[in-house]
């Protein structure tokens, strides 16, 4: 079974505008952490937001926010005030363990996102 | 400039050749992975080394080799790869029980 999966293979938006992109998970660990990346053309990860299955509120960086739902096992990340330079791919991962050692990420299948002016 | 530092970004071998992928971090972080991108899959874990050792094969065919000499440096040996081989290679690192992983640009293989 899939335990990251985005539904939203493309997105369109209009320069502005907010973005909700999707995420849902499944574990049975109670101890977790879900991370958004960013992934541009050229290549590279780029972090944007975490979330510890512990913590008691949203996380928030700037203008990306993470509307954790914990019953649901939903981790929907909301870009505000969309930019052109938002355009790329997204991924949703998650880290099981986290009072483990080494853990890898599991990442979902992606989203890409078109900014539109 | 991420903190990790992938070479070659690009590269292109014959199914016959040897070559090696190198991942340098100065992050100061213990725990190092191979991640295999290719198109319309998602990221797909190869090998994790944590402390220097390897804590993870993801199933992943012996013509990829693993070596982690130190906790800054990962490399990935590839010999007789096939075309399907042909991905972009990520490299990670992070603290073992840390929650920042930090992604090098990667190394777009193509085997012909």
């Known amino acids: 079974a899939q335990k990251i999966t985005q539904t939203q293979p493309g997105m369109f938006v209009q320069e502005k505008e907010a973005v909700t992109l999707d995420c849902t998970y499944d574990?049975?660990?109670?101890?977790?952490?879900l991370f958004w990346y960013k992934q541009p053309s050229s290549g590279e990860m780029i972090f944007l937001i975490y979330q510890g299955s512990y913590d008691q509120q949203n996380a928030t960086e700037g203008r990306y926010s993470l509307n954790f739902q914990k019953a649901r096992k939903s981790a929907n990340l909301v870009i505000s005030a969309s930019q052109l330079g938002d355009s790329a791919m997204y991924f949703c991962a998650m880290r099981e363990g986290l009072d483990q050692g080494a853990q890898k990420l599991v990442f979902g299948q992606g989203t890409r996102l078109t900014i539109n002016p | 400039e991420t903190g990790v530092t992938q070479t070659p970004r690009h590269l292109v071998m014959g199914m016959t050749n040897k070559k090696s992928l190198k991942c340098e971090q100065h992050?100061?972080?213990?725990?190092m992975y191979w991640y295999k991108q290719s198109a319309k899959k998602p990221l797909e874990l190869m090998f994790v080394y944590s402390l220097e050792e390897r804590v993870e094969n993801n199933s992943v065919p012996s013509r990829f080799s693993p070596e982690c000499p130190n906790s800054s440096h990962l490399f990935l040996h590839l010999h007789t790869l096939q075309p399907e081989d042909s991905a972009l290679y990520l490299c990670?690192?992070?603290?073992?029980?840390?929650?920042?992983?930090?992604f090098g640009s990667g190394t777009r293989l193509t085997v012909v």
């Open positions: 574990t049975s660990d109670p101890s977790y952490g």
């Open positions: 990670a690192s992070s603290q073992a029980r840390g929650r920042h992983y930090t």
């Open positions: 992050l100061g972080h213990n725990a």
